[in-house]
């Protein structure tokens, strides 16, 4: 009997609280000042205003994402090739090496793989012992991130 008065009350509190539309999308954005639940192919639009504005109805987000800073302004030279790699990926500096420019292999997870000193305008390094997966080259020069490159390992 508990059962089925515990499912009644839950079952109401649902109706009580659910609205009706019919989506073709939705989610939950979350920031520093707080969280938006939002939904794409509502049916009704209405606009409300007060100490901020609002309006429910068709929002389309969308996400930015930087891998590296644009801080350097060498940094478009340098490249890194074949990607997506099999064995032996080519890292190529443009500029003159600096006596701290080091480079850091990271897995999909954030673990440090492989990590080494850049000496010389272009060096390989070794991919072949990584299984397939997305990895990450971060450039630093003196603990500065110069850039991130995204590998893609297929074989």
């Not at 340098?78 to 500029?95: D, H, Q, R």
């Not at 390989?124 to 003196?142: N, T």
Request: glycine letters at 8%; aromatic letters at 12%.
């Amino acid at each position: 009997m508990k059962k089925i008065a515990l499912a009644l009350f839950l079952l109401c509190r649902i109706m009580v609280f659910s609205q009706e539309a019919i989506n073709a999308s939705g989610g939950n954005a979350s920031g520093s000042n707080g969280n938006v639940n939002y939904s794409v192919g509502q049916i009704a639009y209405s606009s409300y205003s007060g100490n901020g504005f609002v309006n429910e109805g068709i929002q389309f987000p969308f996400e930015i994402t930087t891998l590296a800073t644009d801080e350097h302004s060498d940094d478009n030279q340098i490249a890194l090739f074949p990607n997506p790699v099999s064995y032996e990926i080519n890292l190529k500096v443009g500029f003159l090496i600096a006596e701290d420019l080091k480079f850091e292999l990271y897995d999909i997870n954030g673990r440090i793989l492989a990590e080494d000193w850049i000496s010389q305008n272009e060096i390989q390094i070794p991919m072949g012992q990584y299984p397939k997966s997305i990895y990450f080259l971060r450039i630093k020069d003196q603990n500065k991130e110069l850039k991130v490159f995204k590998i893609i390992k297929n074989y």
